[in-house]
């Protein structure tokens, strides 16, 4: 299963794909009767996660999507039949969800159903999505500045909505969607440095700033710069940039390549490195003002967050900002995730590279195979270095890691590269091949 540089493009695509296959092995050995995955088999332990079986988070929806894309890039509709198992599962249990938001509510659960409906094609998993997304909209409710859920204009929270309502505006026809993700957007584009204030985070001091991509400034910049690519209304752009630098104004530079911090003042000398507060989500918001509004200035910052990465020696050296962990959130696979994302945008041979060599961490740290499929155990909280837990789900779990490892799987395949399942938070190419780049 080794992802070895020395051999040719095409067998280290091979052995991306073999892990993702023992991945889904795993994952259906966790399958329950009602077509949901558990978060955990393992009899040695538990989840790290609180139970959420219809969370894209940590739940069905995420393990859909995965099964999708493996059914794409093995040609086994085997995988198509344990996507429709699910969708039937998130039908049921979308319409008992309290939560709307997108990684632990019922927005994930509709773009998870929209992007099934695209593949299946049976009208089933459209029908839930439409229904799901119809709850979303009736349960919006007006705020000072505009329209609202939480109030919280974050990723994890208000922000996740509107970027779920941008894709269901598209993929399910409803015009009225988009104009409701205005609505909403257009509360944290009137906030003088977007979203930047959660100290109401758990385990965060009251009075924390935190830059970040998931509950912080960065994630909902990348917001506001989304819903500015899908209008073209100035505000939606000027109100990113200002969030943008913000982030710029706090990070820690050093000549090509920039960290950012956990949170301030408290943590500026913490920096995280993965997707949820660190380098591989700030490094998302920065690509998507770059891809909406073409100034060469937010790639050359994408690529200054990937440099600092670089620059940590990580996957070999762990490093507080990316403890022992292999997951989408926190961990190898998001930062898979991101160098063969800007590897897709820019042709530059290193990010190839860099996510070559991660995922042939990922590789080799997976525990299995004798039979029963591919895990990643892993402490996935790090203030709690003793929990160590192997998950199911896409953003902490073997769903994501091995989603990640068939994106790259994709990179690798040159002219025969697919399109590959990207969430709403991720913007780089579906199609990750640069133009005109060739393999060996």
């Known amino acids: 299963m080794s992802l070895d540089r020395a051999r040719s493009a095409g067998e280290r ?16 050995s966790a399958a329950a009767d009602d077509g949901r995955w558990l978060a955990n088999p393992d009899a040695r332990g538990t989840s790290a996660l609180a139970p959420e079986p219809a969370s894209l988070y940590a ?28 969708c039937r599962y998130l039908a049921s249990a979308g319409r008992e969800m309290a939560d709307v938001t997108f990684h632990h509510g019922l927005s994930g659960v509709a ?14 998993a459209e029908e839930a999505a439409a229904a799901a997304m119809k709850r979303v909209a009736r349960s919006v409710r007006p705020m000072e500045g505009g329209a609202g859920w939480s109030g919280d204009p974050a990723l994890r929270a208000d922000g996740g909505v509107v970027l779920a309502l941008l894709r269901a505006a598209s993929m399910l026809g409803v015009p009225a969607y988009e104009e409701l993700a205005v609505e909403a957007g257009a509360r944290a584009a009137r906030l003088a440095v977007p979203g930047h204030r959660f100290g109401h985070c758990p385990g965060l001091p009251v009075d924390a700033v935190t830059p970040g991509f998931l509950a912080g400034t960065a994630g909902t910049a990348y917001m506001l710069a989304r819903l500015y690519g899908a209008t073209g209304q100035e505000r939606f752009l000027e109100a990113a940039r200002r969030g943008a630098a913000f982030v710029r104004e706090v990070s820690v530079v050093s000549g090509a390549t920039a960290l950012v911090p956990h949170h301030l003042p408290q943590g500026r000398e913490l920096h995280y490195l993965g997707y949820c507060s660190g380098s591989a989500g700030v490094a998302r918001m920065f690509y998507e003002l770059y891809r909406v509004a073409g100034d060469a200035g937010d790639l050359e910052w994408a690529e200054r967050l990937a ?34 994302g800007l590897w897709a ?42 929990e160590v837990s192997a998950d199911t789900g896409y953003m902490a779990g073997a769903a994501g890691i091995g989603a990640a490892m068939l994106h790259l799987e994709a990179a690798l ?7 590959v399942v990207l969430l709403p938070d991720n913007p780089f190419p579906e199609i990750p091949v640069p133009a005109g780049t060739s393999h060996a």
């Open 13 to 28: 695509a091979d052995a991306a794909l073999r892990v993702a296959v023992g991945a889904a092995r795993w994952i259906r």
């Open 307 to 340: 440099g600092g990465v670089m620059a940590r020696g990580v996957p070999w050296r762990s490093v507080p900002g990316l403890w022992e962990t292999a997951c989408q959130c926190c961990g190898a696979a998001g930062l898979v995730e991101l160098f063969t």
């Open 413 to 419: 395949r040159g002219g025969r590269a697919r399109r």
């Open 59 to 86: 739940g069905a929806p995420g393990i859909v999507l995965f099964f999708l894309e493996l059914a794409a890039a093995t040609g086994d509709d085997d995988y198509l039949r344990d996507a429709r198992a699910g």
């Open 111 to 124: 773009v998870a159903l929209c992007e099934a409906g695209w593949v299946l094609g049976d009208g089933v």
């Open 345 to 386: 945008a820019t042709g530059r041979a290193a990010y190839l590279e860099s996510a070559q060599v991660l995922g042939e961490h990922l590789a080799g740290r997976a525990s299995g195979d004798g039979g029963g499929g591919l895990r990643w155990y892993q402490a996935y909280r790090r203030l709690r270095p003793g």
